[in-house]
């Protein structure tokens, strides 16, 4: 069974940071690009970050760029999302999904099938 499991949510006050974890089982993680997407309350899905299947290549949406930071370790099998400077817009739901394809290119990469569960990341003004 294709899994993923987020961890590492919580209460921060702005300015802070947070490390975000997700734990994959069930397929070739090395092979998929991986993302973080989140939701904040009351809001649609925001896709925040990528990080591509070979040379582990990281894209970011912009308003993210210079404060987060997306990882791998396919030894582990784990993806990360470090969170600093953190402001109270950041406050969501974040999930870790993989991409639909293994071994993706370009703009096929970010269609996404397997979700985690999400963890609550909550930023106090």
């Known amino acids: 069974e294709v899994q993923l499991v987020e961890s590492g949510g919580g209460l921060v006050q702005a300015g802070g940071s947070l490390r975000l974890s997700c734990a994959a089982s069930g397929f070739s993680f090395s092979d998929y690009f991986m993302n973080w997407v989140r939701q904040a309350p009351g809001k649609g899905l925001e896709w925040v970050a990528g990080?591509?299947?070979?040379?582990?290549?990281?894209t970011y949406a912009e308003s993210m760029k210079g404060r987060f930071t997306i990882s791998r370790d396919d030894a582990k099998n784990m993806l990360y999302l470090q969170l600093d400077s953190l402001k109270s817009d950041d406050t969501a739901v974040y999930y870790c999904?993989?991409?639909?394809?293994?071994?993706?290119?370009?703009?096929?990469?970010?269609?996404?099938?397997?979700w985690g569960q999400g963890t609550q990341v909550t930023v106090s003004s």
């Open positions: 999904t993989k991409s639909r394809r293994d071994r993706c290119a370009g703009h096929g990469c970010y269609f996404f099938d397997v």
């Open positions: 990080v591509s299947w070979n040379r582990g290549s990281t």
